[in-house]
């Protein structure tokens, strides 16, 4: 049981150039989520998702794509990286989201690091 | 825009002292998440409140939750260098399926 896995872990590119970040879990959620986090601003979320099939934007979406063709899988695009998308980004999923009874956990993963020069 | 706010920001502490972390808010959250995260890994959840006034303990992690559920707070008993790393809170509201994360407070406990 894996749990959130993302790929890559790192990754520099030019300004310009598209990039995909692929986050896989292995727990059945329905809920997946993509975050960035830069220094002295938490969790910022850009896109998530309620199940297959399905995206929603977050609070900062411009420059993003994402895609939750498989339920276990859930791709976050840039298509034209610009240095202020330089960040640390991670994916997170859970069981429900916030709506459906007991709030539940949100089991992240281990991040991506990218730098766009 | 929902915002959390943390403070502090930074926090340089000396193994066995005691430390408040707040999370606060303008806004009326149905629950409020604390997470913890170490370097080079994501955030692991600690406690979730529901209720106004709630008060959860884990260890010698105290968290509260207001009475307006506005704001919340984590109290950390005998600090140890094992509790370092980047606390941050997280609140949703009714209605949604976001969570908002605080601005984070940095923790270091010196041995």
């Known amino acids: 049981n894996a749990g959130v896995t993302q790929t890559p872990k790192f990754r520099v590119l030019k300004t310009g150039q598209s990039m995909t970040l692929l986050c896989a879990q292995d727990?059945?959620?329905?809920?997946m989520y993509w975050y960035r986090q830069d220094p002295g601003m938490g969790l910022r979320l850009i896109h998530y998702?309620?199940?297959?099939?399905?995206?929603a934007k977050g609070e900062v979406p411009d420059g993003y794509n994402v895609s939750r063709l498989k339920k276990q899988n859930f791709l976050l695009g840039l298509e034209s990286a610009a240095p202020s998308q330089t960040s640390v980004y991670f994916c997170?999923?859970?069981?429900?989201?916030?709506?459906?009874?007991?709030?539940?956990?949100?089991?992240f993963g281990p991040g991506t690091r990218l730098t766009v020069t | 825009t929902q915002l959390l706010e943390q403070s502090p920001q930074f926090l340089s502490i000396q193994e066995g002292e005691n430390l408040t972390v707040y999370c606060n808010s303008s806004s009326v959250f149905s629950s409020l998440q604390w997470y913890r995260q170490e370097p080079g890994e994501g955030p692991v959840l600690l406690v979730t409140v529901v209720t106004g006034g709630e008060v959860k303990k884990l260890k010698r992690l105290t968290f509260q939750f207001g009475d307006a559920r506005k704001d919340s707070s984590l109290h950390i008993t005998a600090a140890q260098p094992g509790d370092t790393g980047l606390y941050l809170c997280?609140?949703?509201?009714?209605?949604?399926?976001?969570?908002?994360f605080g601005t984070g407070t940095r923790l270091k406990v010196l041995a």
């Open positions: 727990m059945n959620h329905e809920y």
């Open positions: 998702s309620v199940g297959e099939g399905t995206t």
């Open positions: 997170a999923s859970s069981y429900s989201g916030a709506t459906q009874g007991p709030i539940c956990e949100q089991y």
């Open positions: 997280a609140g949703t509201t009714s209605g949604t399926y976001k969570y908002i």
